[in-house]
């Protein structure tokens, strides 16, 4: 009677292949999915589990297993459209696997991980989200109406048109700026206490929305309906409110004198200003102590203090060059820019190396001109030849002016992880 049974089952299939051109897949085991991850990651290849056991995961246990394959830049694991529903996935680390469309109907995603996952389109509906982690994932357009993701990670991820109606984020983990719930739904969430600095909320929907005790430094709602918006405590310095729906002329007023938008954008217009300036103050710095060279190693009587400089000059445009040409060669002092390139690597782990060497170097030059000029021109006052050597005092302090401009632009190009 078994045999009687799956013959019937084969038949079926065999039958909706036919009508359906689709392939046919039995459904894969806990064991199976864990040997090709394990194969997968063994043979450096991307785990493709959609092409190899279809969509259908629904009901199984699937706790603790790495679905992350051969974790290697452009070799993401293949899960769209894949259906979880009523799965046990507590402890599953999905990496930056691609699970578009993808459903979780019922599912248990404790202490699961996903690191710059996609995640478009997918739904969550009654989900145990207990201390997951969506690190820097893209969920855009997922649906997570009355998600209770208070005790999850949403660092860095982006929620742009998710539905989080009723959703309840507020005791989340947010590390760090620039959330995006732009034309997301928010009607009813709770995102009281959240760090959402610098957050994205244009054009969204935040009718009766709890932001009590938020901070919304710098976050922009501009077009976004705040009927109701709940703001008590809330931090909403240099906050945009442009265009936005369903306040009040008094809410309105209170929110703007709050932010005090105008003086964060006379700050960034000034600080973009001599950020414009920095490159041609440098190269008008460099091009003046060049100038000036001629005349000043030409003296006869060159102090030593003269000497100094020059050696300081030629040092500080070492670490320049440096930078310059591993720019032009494709690699960042940012590891993770340089990632699925081989040769950017290998600068990045020669300027990990010569970072700190560089940024002593230029500092103890910075120092020893510091402490030179005075003396210099002292000695010079005392013998009464300060005018006479108005060139040198002018080739020594615009030499301590490259070697900060030099300092300052190599250590900010900090070989970040």
């Not at 051969?70 to 899960?79: D, Q, R, T, W």
Request: charged residues 15%.
């Amino acid at each position: 009677m078994p045999l009687f049974f799956r013959a019937m089952a084969l038949l079926q299939c065999l039958i909706v292949v036919a009508a359906s051109g689709l392939p046919c897949y039995a459904k894969a085991t806990r064991e199976q999915i864990a040997a090709f991850s394990e194969r997968c990651k063994n043979e450096k290849k991307r785990a493709d589990f959609i092409a190899e056991f279809g969509n259908d995961f629904t009901g199984l246990d699937l706790s603790r297993i790495d679905f992350r394959g051969h974790h290697y830049v452009n070799h993401e694991s293949n899960l769209r459209n894949a259906d979880f529903s009523n799965c046990n996935l507590q402890g599953a680390e999905f990496g930056a696997a691609v699970l578009d469309g993808a459903a979780f109907t019922d599912a248990n995603l404790e202490q699961s991980s996903f690191v710059t996952a996609s995640l478009k389109n997918t739904t969550f509906t009654r989900v145990n989200f207990g201390g997951t982690r969506f690190y820097q994932s893209d969920l855009s357009g997922a649906k997570l109406i009355a998600a209770d993701l208070s005790s999850a990670n949403i660092t860095g991820s982006n929620f742009s048109e998710a539905d989080l109606t009723d959703a309840n984020l507020s005791g989340a983990s947010n590390e760090y700026s620039h959330s995006d719930f732009r034309f997301a739904n928010l009607t009813k969430a709770n995102l009281s206490g959240l760090n959402l600095y610098e957050a994205r909320f244009q054009n969204a929907v935040l009718r009766s929305c709890d932001l009590s005790r938020t901070r919304l430094i710098q976050a922009n709602f501009t077009a976004a309906d705040l009927t109701g918006a709940n703001f008590n405590d809330a931090d909403v310095k240099s906050a945009v409110f442009r265009d936005a729906l369903g306040l009040s002329d008094a809410e309105r007023a209170r929110l703007e004198g709050q932010a005090l938008r105008w003086k964060y954008e006379l700050k960034t217009s000034i600080n973009s200003l001599l950020k414009s300036m920095y490159f041609p103050a440098y190269a008008a710095v460099i091009l003046a102590i060049v100038s000036l060279s001629s005349h000043v190693l030409k003296l006869p009587d060159k102090h030593q203090a003269v000497k100094v400089a020059a050696v300081c000059n030629l040092l500080a445009i070492v670490p320049a060059i440096a930078l310059l040409l591993m720019n032009q060669l494709g690699a960042s002092p940012t590891r993770q820019f340089n990632a699925g390139n081989h040769f950017a690597m290998m600068l990045w782990s020669s300027w990990v190396i010569l970072w700190p060497l560089f940024v002593l170097m230029l500092f103890s030059c910075l120092v020893l001109l510091i402490a030179t000029i005075p003396v210099f021109i002292s000695s010079l006052w005392w013998r009464a030849d300060l005018k006479q050597s108005k060139i040198a005092i002018a080739y020594m302090i615009l030499t301590a002016v490259h070697c900060f401009f030099a300092f300052d632009w190599i250590f900010r190009n900090f070989p970040d992880a």
